[in-house]
């Protein structure tokens, strides 16, 4: 089965920069869309930057400019980067997986595939 592990959290200072990385296996990397998720307390989750097969991106307005996400298909690993971080992206971030379906992206609730999250938190 899909196995995603996250790595790469902690804790930064306003302004600070972390990477995130998801290792996946049990899955085809290269036919799957690959998403960042986060959740922080006593909020909806939300979709922080997706990735399709052919590394088409999205990202949310609220990290625009700051964030980039990346995948290695050879390591079938995804990166997030993360610079300029605020207060507001502490969160728990969740790695998520899906078969890409040609000509559209995936909506959140279509990835069935999740790790378990690393944490991140910013001071101010």
């Known amino acids: 089965q899909v196995q995603l592990v996250e790595s790469g959290g902690g804790s930064v200072q306003a302004g600070g920069s972390l990477r995130l990385s998801c290792e996946a296996s049990?899955?085809?990397?290269?036919?799957?869309?690959m998403a960042w998720f986060r959740q922080a307390p006593g909020k909806e989750r939300e979709g922080v930057a997706r990735v399709n097969n052919i590394a088409t991106t999205l990202y949310a307005d609220s990290v625009k400019g700051r964030f980039t996400i990346s995948r290695d298909n050879g390591k079938t690993t995804l990166y997030l980067q993360m610079n300029s971080l605020k207060p507001e992206d502490t969160a728990m971030y969740y790695c998520?997986?899906?078969?890409?379906?040609?000509?559209?992206?995936?909506?959140?609730?279509?990835?069935?595939?999740w790790g378990q999250g690393t944490q991140v938190t910013v001071s101010s």
């Open positions: 998520a997986a899906q078969r890409c379906v040609a000509g559209r992206p995936l909506q959140s609730y279509e990835y069935k595939n």
């Open positions: 049990g899955l085809t990397f290269n036919q799957y869309c």
